[in-house]
């Protein structure tokens, strides 16, 4: 379909400049009009396509996957949450559109709508910003979360216990504590811990209200910084380099969809940065205490196969929470840095390495396949 729809504007942009290009030819537009109309132009055209592509009719089901960003964390919560659902329910009987909303809350309830109106059976909103705007736009449809923090904090349930309305999940809650703990034992004493969140997003907000009461309890003092944007973002990391020994990135979605920007400032400062999750982590941090966002994914599945298949009421399917986690640190951050902490530490993948790789292995070559 999206094809077809790229295909059409490609037809219009090289007929206006066929036009364009004939003897004594014109950019008056109406001028060169029979009947004094135009066309619809390219960009009209591909304004038309479609947020998501309607359910056949076919019998299976199909799941809408709404992301409000698609960083790491979420593309893995995604991943788990596909292949458990896939495994439960059996491979030929379930088909999932995924969608991302690339930031845009309107977009959110654009795509969450679409998904109600072209008959799928469950929504999957991996994000508190996906969840919030898909439940206040979709009633009859029911929604499983993922990658959000807190659940009544957001606003989108009534209970925990009995969510009450079409919308439960997994909360992706870090060990908070057990993070504030961790960045305590590995940072020069005395420390000044900066915590950076783009002062947004509910949950991150959250995080950065209880590792700072984590810290106060440990007399340690720390300093909250805020950015929106992407400048905003790298003069927040320069000034929290210059005033602190440690910086600390609670799960934010913006702040995970900017980690070359964090990295790059780490690097250049040395000083150390503690994230919230391992994805975050890999993609520019030095070492983390994170919950398994695949596991995450599982977890949710579970949830939606019980709606599904086993006929659970999702107005009383209780929210889960994460109880487990691991530390990971960053093997090239840690070498660039001379940073040698690792203890029982698990080592993670460059993010950039993996790109490196796909793209090495998308120029040339799998000949000895």
């Not at 038309?48 to 089901?61: F, I, K, Q």
Request: net charge negative; hydrophobic share 40%.
């Amino acid at each position: 379909m999206k094809m077809r729809w790229i295909g059409a504007a490609l037809a219009a942009m090289l007929a206006i400049s066929a036009c364009s290009m004939l003897p004594g030819g014109s950019t008056g537009g109406a001028d060169n009009a029979s009947d004094g109309t135009t066309g619809p132009s390219a960009e009209e055209i591909l304004a038309e396509e479609p947020l998501v592509v309607p359910a056949s009719d076919d019998g299976r089901t199909h799941i809408g996957i709404l992301m409000y960003r698609g960083h790491g964390a979420a593309q893995e919560t995604v991943s788990g949450f596909q292949e458990e659902l896939r495994s439960l329910m059996g491979h030929k009987d379930v088909d999932f559109e995924v969608v991302s909303a690339d930031g845009d809350a309107q977009k959110c309830a654009e795509i969450a709508t679409e998904f109600a109106n072209n008959g799928y059976q469950l929504i999957f909103a991996c994000g508190t910003e996906a969840v919030q705007n898909a439940g206040a736009a979709v009633k009859d449809v029911p929604i499983i979360g993922g990658c959000v923090t807190d659940y009544l904090l957001s606003e989108t349930i009534s209970s925990l216990e009995a969510p009450g309305g079409n919308i439960t999940g997994v909360s992706s809650l870090g060990p908070i504590d057990a993070q504030m703990e961790q960045i305590i034992q590995l940072t020069p004493w005395p420390a000044m811990v900066g915590i950076i969140t783009s002062g947004t997003e509910v949950g991150s907000r959250f995080e950065e209200s209880v590792a700072g009461q984590c810290l106060d309890a440990n007399q340690v003092s720390w300093k909250a910084y805020h950015a929106a944007t992407e400048d905003g973002l790298r003069k927040a990391m320069e000034m929290a380099a210059g005033e602190c020994s440690c910086i600390y990135l609670p799960t934010d979605n913006f702040i995970a969809s900017h980690m070359d920007i964090v990295r790059e400032v780490m690097l250049q400062t040395r000083v150390p940065v503690a994230t919230g999750d391992y994805q975050m982590c890999s993609a520019g941090g030095l070492y983390c205490r994170s919950i398994d966002y695949y596991e995450h994914g599982r977890k949710a599945a579970e949830m939606a196969y019980d709606v599904l298949e086993n006929d659970e009421e999702i107005s009383r399917l209780s929210v889960r929470a994460e109880e487990e986690w691991q530390d990971y640190y960053n093997p090239a951050a840690a070498e660039s840095m001379e940073w040698y902490d690792y203890g029982n530490m698990i080592p993670l993948r460059n993010a950039a390495e993996d790109s490196a790789e796909v793209a090495a292995d998308d120029d040339g070559g799998s000949g000895d396949q």
